[in-house]
């Protein structure tokens, strides 16, 4: 007995510890956000000071020894130590000369304990995928002198590589942790407190008041409350988990394949992260990369997210008509609720009309959260207990997110110290030879594999720092460009074999997650082509007169029809044979070429289809009153 009471005296003080860290965390952000950031090496070790201390104790090791339980807290210290330096010694790496100023042991340890430590924190908290990336591009740091051809690189000097990992603001502490330290910590807190007072569960009974009364009501209003929150979430996976738990079981129910369910889920969540105006915050790393307004990447993004979504809810139709499913009959808030509790709304609606008028992401937040705070107050929504808990998940949910980030910044770094970014362009375009759609393609499938299992802020990062320069370098549209590496690095999520956010649905769904990644690829098919296309066609990165935009719109909703029905094999009323499937398929890409001659074509196929899907079909009769 007295030992169990030992024990549970253990648990609580280290639970006690984990709060005060918690608390401590989100207070550093808040008071950042109100008063200004610090200087940037200091506010990015801090945030990672924070990090580090926090990932050993709340993912502790699964051995059984209490040695190796113990040895956690060691590596708590050291890790929290290895980041604590930079702002410990803060003076002197701001007056140091790199590459000239003297390397200490002690920096070169700290620097090493911190690598190693970040990537097993990533491995304990998000798996092994990014970690083996990273081992990977350090492997190459300190043996690319010894490689052929343009993978030549003259040999690193460990001090210069201490230098650039951890002394400066391109690798360890550069924009991606930058990112994490400022606006994506608050983002996952506005979200936090979005659900706490109900935010989330309001949007789900707004989705399905919206469109649960249409055929395949159920998936729709999955895909439509996806949409909002999956913006907000800044995670695919964190989505799937925050509103799958409640849409796969109604789509399951309307009889909707297990599949199926945790596909559309996947796809619609991971959507989210394509889609203005938050686009899970990555919208203000790519405005910092691009030294553009925030609206500008906003305005570009829209009509290819938009794109995405109704190419989605059309095969979720298609796929009802095809099941003769009928609409949800159940489970609909009143009214009288929706207009009542539409005040929920007010946070969002704040977040982007502040955004909208100039200010800082950071700023826009701390605004919508006094007005969460003042709507928690108000209605006794948030409490303080709810507040407590919140600030823990919110550190939490950081904690992954930061880890990433840090650890994208490392390969960052060697593309930096070694070139290798360079060379990567070279190989592109020396195999391309000039050919835009063979160098998108080979850029595209890097994308892919670079972006698998790695959270979407730190998969954009490593891509851009990577993949856009072969664009740029070939005449893409910078914007473009940029929009074409984070949508090939968002939808690694839904693509096998590490699909983790078409995972996560399958594991709520209770389906087979091999077969649910492969229907997420197929429901994700607008998410695949859509990058060529607007690299193809700035018209829908809102690049041109309001007539041409309107036209592109027009044309890449119709080649939504097409694209979808040869996916599902059916369209309104009925099935198609094979050989029209490839007709829709075949339409949809010439309506996606912005010259008139395709445009015309594939509209009369569509047209023809259309026309045919309604020869001999009557609506059925309404039964007979008794």
Same mark, same amino acid.
């Given at each position: 007995?007295?030992?169990?009471?030992?024990?549970?005296?253990?648990?609580?003080?280290?639970?006690?510890?984990?709060?005060?860290?918690?608390?401590?965390?989100?207070?550093?952000?808040?008071?950042?956000?109100?008063?200004?950031?610090?200087?940037?090496?200091?506010?990015?070790?801090?945030?990672?000071?924070?990090?580090? %201390?926090?990932?050993?104790?709340?993912?502790?090791?699964?051995?059984?020894?209490?040695?190796?339980?113990?040895?956690?807290?060691?590596?708590?210290?050291?890790?929290?130590?290895?980041?604590?330096?930079?702002?410990?010694?803060?003076?002197? %790496?701001?007056?140091?000369?790199?590459?000239?100023?003297?390397?200490?042991?002690?920096?070169?340890?700290?620097?090493?304990?911190?690598?190693?430590?970040?990537?097993?924190?990533?491995?304990?908290?998000?798996?092994?995928?990014?970690?083996?990336?990273?081992?990977?591009?350090?492997?190459?740091?300190?043996?690319?002198?010894?490689?052929?051809?343009?993978?030549?690189?003259?040999?690193?000097?460990?001090?210069?590589?201490?230098?650039?990992?951890?002394?400066?603001?391109?690798?360890?502490?550069?924009?991606?942790?930058?990112?994490?330290?400022?606006?994506?910590?608050?983002?996952?807190?506005?979200?936090?407190?979005?659900?706490?007072?109900?935010?989330?569960?309001?949007?789900?009974?707004?989705?399905?008041?919206?469109?649960?009364?249409?055929?395949?009501?159920?998936?729709?209003?999955?895909?439509?409350?996806?949409?909002?929150?999956?913006?907000?979430?800044?995670?695919?996976?964190?989505?799937?988990?925050?509103?799958?738990?409640?849409?796969?079981?109604?789509?399951?129910?309307?009889?909707?394949?297990?599949?199926?369910?945790?596909?559309?889920?996947?796809?619609?969540?991971?959507?989210?992260?394509?889609?203005?105006?938050?686009?899970?915050?990555?919208?203000?790393?790519?405005?910092?990369?691009?030294?553009?307004?925030?609206?500008?990447?906003?305005?570009?993004?829209?009509?290819?997210?938009?794109?995405?979504?109704?190419?989605?809810?059309?095969?979720?139709?298609?796929?009802?008509?095809?099941?003769?499913?009928?609409?949800?009959?159940?489970?609909?808030?009143?009214?009288?609720?929706?207009?009542?509790?539409?005040?929920?709304?007010?946070?969002?609606?704040?977040?982007?009309?502040?955004?909208?008028?100039?200010?800082?992401?950071?700023?826009?937040?701390?605004?919508?959260?006094?007005?969460?705070?003042?709507?928690?107050?108000?209605?006794?929504?948030?409490?303080?207990?709810?507040?407590?808990?919140?600030?823990?998940?919110?550190?939490?949910?950081?904690?992954?997110?930061?880890?990433?980030?840090?650890?994208?910044?490392?390969?960052?770094?060697?593309?930096?110290?070694?070139?290798?970014?360079?060379?990567?362009?070279?190989?592109?375009?020396?195999?391309?030879?000039?050919?835009?759609?063979?160098?998108?393609?080979?850029?595209?499938?890097?994308?892919?594999?670079?972006?698998?299992?790695?959270?979407?802020?730190?998969?954009?990062?490593?891509?851009?720092?990577?993949?856009?320069?072969?664009?740029?370098?070939?005449?893409?549209?910078?914007?473009?460009?940029?929009?074409?590496?984070?949508?090939?690095?968002?939808?690694?999520?839904?693509?096998?074999?590490?699909?983790?956010?078409?995972?996560?649905?399958?594991?709520?769904?209770?389906?087979?997650?091999?077969?649910?990644?492969?229907?997420?690829?197929?429901?994700?098919?607008?998410?695949?082509?859509?990058?060529?296309?607007?690299?193809?066609?700035?018209?829908?990165?809102?690049?041109?007169?309001?007539?041409?935009?309107?036209?592109?719109?027009?044309?890449?909703?119709?080649?939504?029809?097409?694209?979808?029905?040869?996916?599902?094999?059916?369209? %309104?009323?009925?099935?198609?044979?094979?050989?029209?499937?490839?007709?829709?398929?075949?339409?949809?890409?010439?309506?996606?070429?912005?010259?008139?001659?395709?445009?015309?074509?594939?509209?009369?196929?569509?047209?023809?289809?259309?026309?045919?899907?309604?020869?001999?079909?009557?609506?059925?009769?309404?039964?007979?009153?008794?």
């Amino acid at each position: 007995m007295p030992e169990e009471s030992l024990q549970k005296q253990k648990t609580t003080v280290k639970e006690v510890i984990i709060s005060i860290a918690c608390i401590g965390m989100c207070l550093f952000h808040l008071y950042t956000a109100v008063m200004g950031i610090f200087p940037i090496i200091i506010q990015r070790s801090v945030h990672m000071t924070f990090v580090l %201390f926090l990932v050993f104790l709340i993912k502790p090791t699964k051995a059984k020894s209490k040695v190796l339980k113990a040895f956690d807290y060691v590596l708590c210290i050291a890790a929290t130590a290895s980041a604590a330096h930079v702002w410990l010694s803060y003076d002197r %790496f701001s007056q140091r000369i790199q590459y000239v100023s003297p390397v200490t042991t002690l920096d070169k340890v700290m620097c090493i304990t911190m690598i190693v430590l970040v990537l097993l924190g990533i491995m304990r908290i998000a798996g092994k995928a990014l970690p083996i990336i990273v081992i990977v591009f350090i492997a190459y740091c300190f043996t690319c002198q010894y490689l052929p051809g343009m993978l030549y690189h003259r040999k690193i000097r460990f001090n210069v590589f201490i230098e650039n990992m951890y002394m400066g603001y391109e690798a360890m502490f550069g924009s991606a942790v930058g990112a994490s330290a400022t606006f994506l910590f608050l983002f996952i807190l506005f979200g936090s407190f979005l659900e706490e007072i109900g935010s989330g569960s309001y949007f789900i009974d707004l989705a399905n008041a919206l469109v649960g009364r249409t055929k395949g009501g159920a998936a729709k209003a999955a895909v439509v409350s996806s949409c909002i929150f999956g913006s907000i979430s800044g995670s695919a996976v964190a989505n799937v988990y925050g509103t799958g738990v409640m849409t796969i079981p109604m789509m399951k129910k309307l009889k909707y394949d297990s599949t199926f369910a945790g596909a559309v889920e996947a796809v619609a969540s991971t959507g989210g992260q394509i889609m203005p105006p938050v686009m899970g915050a990555v919208a203000f790393i790519m405005a910092e990369l691009l030294e553009m307004p925030y609206m500008e990447v906003v305005k570009a993004a829209l009509i290819p997210g938009l794109l995405y979504y109704v190419a989605l809810i059309l095969m979720v139709h298609f796929r009802a008509v095809k099941l003769d499913l009928k609409p949800m009959t159940e489970g609909f808030a009143t009214r009288k609720y929706l207009l009542t509790n539409s005040y929920l709304l007010l946070p969002l609606i704040t977040l982007i009309v502040v955004l909208c008028m100039g200010y800082t992401a950071g700023r826009a937040v701390s605004i919508a959260l006094i007005v969460i705070f003042i709507i928690g107050i108000a209605t006794k929504r948030l409490t303080i207990k709810g507040i407590y808990h919140i600030c823990l998940s919110t550190a939490k949910s950081a904690v992954t997110i930061a880890l990433a980030c840090c650890a994208s910044g490392v390969i960052v770094g060697v593309l930096v110290t070694t070139g290798l970014g360079v060379a990567f362009t070279s190989i592109v375009m020396s195999i391309a030879k000039g050919f835009l759609p063979l160098a998108l393609l080979m850029t595209a499938i890097a994308c892919l594999i670079l972006g698998m299992g790695v959270p979407t802020s730190a998969a954009y990062i490593i891509t851009s720092s990577l993949c856009t320069p072969v664009l740029l370098k070939m005449g893409v549209n910078p914007t473009a460009a940029h929009l074409f590496a984070l949508y090939f690095a968002c939808i690694s999520a839904i693509t096998p074999p590490v699909a983790m956010a078409a995972y996560a649905g399958a594991h709520i769904a209770g389906a087979d997650m091999f077969k649910t990644g492969v229907q997420a690829c197929k429901l994700g098919i607008t998410a695949f082509l859509m990058p060529f296309m607007f690299v193809y066609n700035p018209c829908l990165l809102m690049q041109g007169s309001f007539l041409e935009i309107v036209r592109a719109l027009a044309t890449c909703m119709i080649a939504g029809i097409g694209l979808s029905c040869a996916v599902e094999g059916y369209l %309104f009323h009925k099935k198609i044979p094979w050989w029209m499937r490839i007709l829709g398929f075949a339409a949809a890409i010439l309506l996606i070429d912005e010259r008139l001659v395709t445009d015309l074509i594939g509209l009369a196929v569509i047209v023809l289809l259309i026309l045919w899907d309604r020869v001999g079909y009557h609506k059925p009769a309404a039964p007979a009153e008794a």
